[in-house]
């Protein structure tokens, strides 16, 4: 069964750049690796989602190594608005013909100004 | 758009009773999805919808049941509420096949249950 690892709290400054890494083994060889947000009193938010090496969009990067046992997700220049909790979020690599999704347990990521 | 919507948004409930958690999207999604989300232990599948009259068991599906009434609502019924469904739980959906990677996920409904 596929397992996720992600700190499960990191601490920042208004402006720095911040990197979570999520590790996982056994995930789904074909399958996307995504991250989502959550503010308190929400549900959680896409933010972004990968296969392998480098996606950037308007919010984050994301990276990915080529054994695609872990992935980092950076986002530039925090702000308080980006204290949330954020997920990965990866497929099974034995679950068959039916998609098995395994959710990380999140990290809270607190911004300080 | 509304996005995904969900009532109520908290209830209190005795053991024993029964209640229907409400859920609609105005995506024009096929797929929806109900979680429950406890602390230490993340976002955990409950049931989930692949298209309107069709339903699958998820990861913890037992004490609860559901209904794709059509496109637009999926129901989780609680028949017997037990203490331990005392949880947040979010519906969300997802806009083509099942158990999609990319999923909107409504507010949520805070159930405590006594």
């Known amino acids: 069964l596929a397992k996720t690892t992600q700190p499960i709290s990191m601490d920042s400054y208004e402006g720095q750049e911040v990197n979570i890494t999520c590790s996982h083994n056994n995930i789904a060889t074909n399958d996307y690796i995504t991250w989502y947000q959550q503010f308190p009193s929400q549900g959680p938010r896409f933010i972004i989602q990968g296969y392998k090496t480098k996606v950037t969009n308007e919010v984050a990067s994301l990276f990915i190594p080529a054994d695609r046992k872990s992935s980092t997700l950076s986002l530039p220049r925090v702000s308080l608005s980006d204290t949330a909790v954020y997920y990965c979020l990866v497929g099974d690599l034995h679950a068959g013909n039916n998609r098995k999704l395994i959710w990380g347990l999140g990290t809270s990521l607190a911004v300080n100004p | 758009n509304a996005g995904v919507t969900q009532t109520p948004k908290f209830q209190v409930l005795k053991t024993g009773q029964s209640m229907t958690l409400q859920c609609a999207q105005d995506m024009n999604h096929n797929s929806m999805y109900w979680y429950r989300q406890d602390p230490g232990m993340g976002l955990r599948l409950i049931y989930y919808s692949a298209s309107e009259g069709t339903t699958d068991k998820g990861e913890v599906p037992n004490g609860y049941n559901v209904s794709r009434l059509n496109k637009r609502e999926f129901s989780l019924r609680l028949e017997s509420a037990a203490p331990s469904q005392t949880s947040v739980y979010f519906c969300?959906?997802?806009?083509?096949?099942?158990?999609?990677?990319?999923?909107?996920f409504g507010p949520g409904t805070r159930l405590t249950v006594t």
């Open positions: 969300a959906s997802s806009e083509t096949v099942p158990l999609s990677y990319e999923q909107y």
